[in-house]
């Protein structure tokens, strides 16, 4: 079974950064993209950013110039950079990516468990 993985989240203070990362494991044929979600208490989880395989990222528009995505694909990997960070960035952050777990069978979307921000003085 595939398997997602996050780390480095915790408690940072307002204007200060984290670096959160993800790891596939298990089953993988091909990831066509990955991603990171965010949903805080009482509110709808939301795409904070993605990468298709061979596209460009995308950002929600509330972290645009303070977030950036990026990916390790020969370790399946996919951080999260976070500066400047606010009290409204506070939320779990879920890793999320379109897996293939065998060649010719078509992909579904995997989640990971994830990762507690929380960003307060």
């Known amino acids: 079974q595939v398997q997602l993985v996050e780390s480095g989240g915790g408690l940072v203070q307002p204007g200060g950064s984290l670096r959160l990362s993800c790891v596939a494991s298990?089953?993988?044929?091909?990831?066509?993209?990955m991603g990171w979600y965010r949903q805080a208490p009482g509110k709808q989880r939301e795409l904070v950013a993605s990468?298709?395989?061979?596209?460009?990222?995308n950002y929600a528009d509330s972290v645009k110039g303070r977030f950036t995505i990026s990916r390790d694909n020969a370790k399946n990997t996919v951080y999260l950079q976070m500066n400047s960070l606010k009290p409204e960035d506070t939320a779990v952050y879920y890793c999320?990516?379109?897996?293939?777990?065998?060649?010719?069978?078509?992909?579904?979307?995997?989640w990971g468990q994830g990762t507690q921000v929380t960003v307060s003085s």
């Open positions: 990468l298709v395989s061979g596209g460009s990222p």
């Open positions: 298990g089953r993988i044929s091909s990831i066509n993209a």
């Open positions: 999320n990516a379109d897996i293939a777990p065998y060649i010719f069978v078509p992909p579904q979307d995997y």
